[in-house]
């Protein structure tokens, strides 16, 4: 949970509060349900715990909620942007201006598409400008922004839109990343390994299994990215 700037400045006039405040990076986890109501992201903040980065890095969003199936480790930080159902067009502009202004994030990761693809029946060429609108605004609020986009999971129909998207995310990649902002993927596709074993019976969220591989997809990039600002 982000510190107001009144509470921080006060903590840090304490010797001993200045040695518990360490956080070096704000850190938003954005995107829909198979952000918000699924296992991955207490998984990856084991991954943090373990990199020995837990007091380094911020969590922050206007959700916290975390399902009661999900593991809760020791220290972990709920907040995210997770909004089950959205799409990554009605997100880029409606929402993520204000989103990004409120927590100035310096590290942000994102996997949007499918609801734009299942519900919207969008193009890929509609959800990659998306993207760009999104990433304009992440690096408004803050130029120096580090972000991770990820290929989604494919659902257990093939749906060849997704693949078309995944497909089409490493040159928009290529096109956007610059020294001061960096852009990479975490690739959780089907190509990377993702199978319909590791989908829930809806065939579109991941299951146990799913949430490990995408836990093991993303956290080693936000890893590097937490130690980058450090």
Same mark, same amino acid.
């Given at each position: ?11 840090? !006039? +304490?010797?001993?509060? &200045?040695?518990? /405040?360490?956080?070096? #990076?704000?850190?938003?986890? =954005? ?17 943090? !715990? +373990?990199?020995?980065? &837990?007091?380094? /890095?911020?969590?922050? #969003?206007?959700?916290?909620? =975390? ?164």
């Amino acid at each position: 949970m982000k510190l107001p700037a009144f509470a921080l400045f006060v903590s840090l !006039t +304490s010797s001993t509060a &200045a040695q518990a /405040v360490k956080v070096t #990076g704000y850190l938003v986890l =954005l995107g829909d349900s198979i952000t918000e109501i699924t296992c991955w992201r207490p998984l990856v903040w084991e991954q943090i !715990t +373990s990199a020995g980065l &837990a007091d380094s /890095v911020d969590f922050v #969003g206007s959700m916290n909620d =975390l399902q009661s199936q999900c593991a809760r480790p020791s220290g972990f930080d709920p907040d995210h942007e997770g909004h089950s159902g959205w799409q990554a067009y009605d997100i880029a502009r409606n929402n993520i201006a204000g989103w990004v202004q409120n927590t100035t994030p310096d590290i942000v990761q994102f996997m949007l598409g499918t609801n734009d693809v299942n519900i919207g029946k969008r193009d890929v060429d509609s959800i990659i400008d998306s993207y760009t609108i999104m990433l304009d605004a992440m690096r408004a609020a803050n130029p120096q922004v580090k972000v991770i986009v990820d290929k989604l999971i494919p659902t257990s129909w093939s749906d060849p839109t997704i693949e078309a998207l995944n497909n089409a995310i490493p040159g928009w990649v290529q096109q956007q990343t610059t020294a001061e902002s960096p852009v990479v993927i975490a690739d959780c596709s089907r190509a990377a390994g993702f199978t319909n074993s590791m989908l829930r019976d809806d065939g579109v969220h991941p299951n146990d299994q799913g949430d490990q591989f995408l836990a093991g997809q993303i956290g080693p990039k936000l890893i590097q990215f937490i130690k980058d600002a450090q």
